[in-house]
């Protein structure tokens, strides 16, 4: 059987050490709080142009034996992005904390996965707050902040 040949880039030494312990358990999860009301699509629609501009936040890593780090391959996907109505609840406030801790929990498959996850949540017409979650492999706070701001 002939070996499959893939093309990417080598880890960075941050990232190689950080493969080496343990990257499923290492993700930064934020959550930002949006008020006044917001047009959905275009809100994706920017998301995703700052996702178009950072390769890193498209990237994906696949691993071939003997290779003991993987190779990071910039995919064309997007990353996940789910809306959640919560306007209806009593205490939205506790929801949010709960979508947080799940988000915050749920690991990423490095080869199949993006490394970052939206969910933006409705908590009324005015009120929004939008999860970030992504793998450290790929980002950092400053990152983050800096993703907020674009």
């Known amino acids: 059987m ?18 080496t312990g343990s990257p499923e ?6 959550a930002v709080v949006i008020d006044g009301a917001l047009d959905s699509n275009r809100f994706q ?9 950072h ?4 990237t994906t890593f696949h691993r071939q034996r003997p290779i003991r780090f993987p ?4 995919a064309e996907s997007r990353a996940p992005y789910t809306e959640i109505d919560l306007s209806a609840e009593q205490t939205p406030e506790t929801r949010v904390e709960q979508l947080f801790e799940e988000e915050r929990s749920r690991p990423f498959d ?10 933006l949540l409705r908590l009324s017409s005015a009120k929004h707050v939008l999860l970030i979650t992504a793998s450290t492999l790929c980002v950092d706070s400053h990152t983050i902040g800096n993703f907020i701001i674009e």
């Open 25 to 30: 358990n290492k993700l930064c999860c934020t």
């Open 110 to 119: 490095y080869e199949h996965d993006r490394p970052l996850r939206f969910t």
């Open 45 to 53: 629609s920017a998301l995703r142009q700052v996702e178009e501009r």
């Open 2 to 19: 002939q070996p499959t040949q893939i093309e990417g880039f080598q880890l960075s030494l941050e990232q190689r050490s950080l493969w």
């Open 71 to 74: 190779l990071q391959l910039i």
């Open 55 to 58: 390769e890193i936040l498209r």
